[in-house]
């Protein structure tokens, strides 16, 4: 069965140093979603991104964000200047119109 | 103010008991997600539903959109279904932006 997947699984960072996470979609998957859950805490939307560009964003994603498709199977998260607050599970997810399927996430660790 | 409540916030269950777990919205949607986030943290969308009920094995999903409230039942619940239930709502219509509930933490004893 198809899945989304990212990489890596845990990626420890010092503070001030640029993250990419990386998710691979499925396929035939049109909509693109990063979400994040900060320990303990409930998941929370970031961005989705449909025809290679963003469709909607949340408060939480502002000018340290940015999301690439950088080509037909990638789908990647950009932190410029990692801040210990950004310290959170991602979750890639894909959609062909509503239905969700979610990556397996990448544990961000800002020290 | 939260627009997705969830109830109980803990359930702790005996193998074999039927379980409900509770969703109620404030914003008008046009679906609704169910989720299972694992211990490991991993994220499975288990329904998605926009009327009526949906059953997936030992799981059931009803909405009653006027009621604006959702619930997910687990039939002859098993420890493996130990996980933690999330609703997620969209905010728009495009039905990109989520909101989530807190979640319920689900444990169920041998």
């Known amino acids: 069965e198809p899945e989304v997947t990212q990489t890596p699984s845990h990626q420890v960072t010092q503070m001030g140093q640029e993250v990419i996470l990386r998710c691979v979609p499925i396929?035939?998957?049109?909509?693109f979603y990063w979400y994040r859950q900060i320990l303990g805490q409930k998941v929370e939307f970031l961005v989705s991104?449909?025809?290679?560009?963003?469709?909607?964003k949340s408060e939480i994603f502002d000018d340290q964000f940015s999301v690439e498709r950088p080509d037909g199977s990638n789908f990647t998260l950009k932190i410029r200047s990692t801040k210990l607050e950004d310290s959170a599970m991602y979750f890639c997810?894909?959609?062909?119109?509503?239905?969700?399927?979610f990556g397996p996430g990448t544990r961000l660790t800002v020290t | 103010k939260n627009e997705v409540e969830q109830s109980p916030q803990n359930l702790t269950a005996q193998e074999g008991e039927f379980i409900t777990i509770n969703c109620s919205y404030s914003v008008g949607i046009s679906a609704l997600h169910w989720l299972q986030q694992h211990p490991g943290g991993g994220i499975v969308s288990l329904f998605m539903l926009s009327s009526g009920k949906k059953k997936h094995g030992r799981l059931i999903a009803t909405i009653n959109i006027q009621e604006k409230h959702s619930s997910l039942h687990i039939t002859a619940s098993h420890p493996r279904d130990s996980a933690v239930y999330i609703c997620?709502?969209?905010?728009?219509?495009?039905?990109?932006?989520?909101?989530f509930g807190t979640g319920t933490s689900l444990t169920v004893i041998p």
């Open positions: 997810a894909s959609s062909v119109y509503y239905e969700q399927y």
């Open positions: 396929s035939n998957h049109l909509y």
């Open positions: 997620a709502v969209p905010l728009s219509n495009t039905g990109n932006q989520f909101y």
């Open positions: 991104f449909y025809n290679n560009e963003i469709s909607e």
